[in-house]
């Protein structure tokens, strides 16, 4: 049995908390899941089997759980598991999840831990009050009201840190990061520290990260490779290539045909207007 259900936060929250999905997957035997770098924090509120989340670059960053909390990341993770999962993720921006959890982004970018290990409040026994409801509407509603009150009480963070991260979002990775910090008044080593921070990445991997993403949305929108890493901003095929191996530890071709391989009924992508996994049905 699959369900899925996407649910956006509400309205007073949207901006920072980017949405809900319930989920519910029954699988017999194992099943992987290629997570691909996205920019989206994403923190599993789970009342199911375990999940493991491997990261095939540093096992020690790999961790397992039924609920579990995942910072941004600049190559790709792998997901695991058998029987059923079910829960609820919540989808945040980096600097909605700095206030949260109220400890530096970049002590956890790499990591899958238990959302309560990194802060109590609001995430210790909010699991089991989610399973306790008996419908997702009600399990929706009990989240809005508990990061609403988190967030007002989180610690602010830099305008300027704010302002780079969206600059690298509205231009898709395609800025210069001496010019993120002239516009700021910081030199670029204080940039990259304080985005670090309250973000997770530098800010030349985050911009690596959008670039990415940008290339995969044209891809599954029926570019080419060639003229999808053209207009993501890559020098050419082989920069191309070579950078999307580092961080998905696939081939553009091979990861496209996991994508296409997949059953309509499994759901692939988590963040709307994003492309963040693929089934693995091997283990390259």
Request: charged share 20%; net charge positive.
């Amino acid at each position: 049995m699959h369900e899925l259900l996407s649910r956006p936060a509400a309205a007073h929250l949207r901006g920072e908390v980017l949405g809900y999905r319930g989920f519910r997957f029954d699988v017999m035997g194992s099943r992987r899941r290629l997570l691909v770098p996205d920019g989206v924090v994403k923190v599993m509120l789970g009342f199911g089997d375990p999940l493991r989340v491997v990261d095939p670059c540093d096992p020690a960053c790999s961790g397992s759980g039924v609920s579990l909390a995942n910072g941004i990341r600049a190559t790709a993770a792998i997901g695991e598991h058998t029987g059923l999962i079910r829960g609820v993720t919540v989808l945040l921006t980096p600097l909605a999840a700095h206030r949260l959890f109220g400890v530096p982004m970049s002590e956890w970018s790499r990591l899958s831990v238990a959302p309560q290990e990194l802060c109590r409040r609001p995430w210790a026994g909010l699991p089991a009050r989610l399973a306790d409801i008996p419908d997702w509407d009600g399990r929706f509603a009990l989240l809005d009201r508990v990061l609403h009150e988190a967030l007002a009480g989180g610690p602010a963070g830099s305008p300027e840190v704010a302002w780079a991260w969206r600059r690298i979002q509205r231009t898709h990775g395609c800025t210069r990061i001496e010019e993120l910090a002239a516009e700021t008044g910081w030199s670029r080593r204080h940039l990259e520290r304080r985005f670090r921070c309250q973000i997770g990445l530098t800010p030349k991997s985050a911009a690596q990260v959008m670039r990415l993403q940008t290339a995969l949305r044209l891809r599954e929108t029926g570019s080419n490779w060639s003229d999808a890493a053209a207009q993501a901003g890559y020098h050419d095929q082989p920069h191309f290539d070579r950078t999307f191996r580092a961080m998905t530890g696939r081939t553009p071709t091979a990861f496209h045909a996991n994508r296409t391989a997949a059953s309509p009924h499994d759901a692939q992508d988590f963040v709307p207007g994003q492309v963040t996994s693929a089934l693995l049905t091997d283990h390259a």
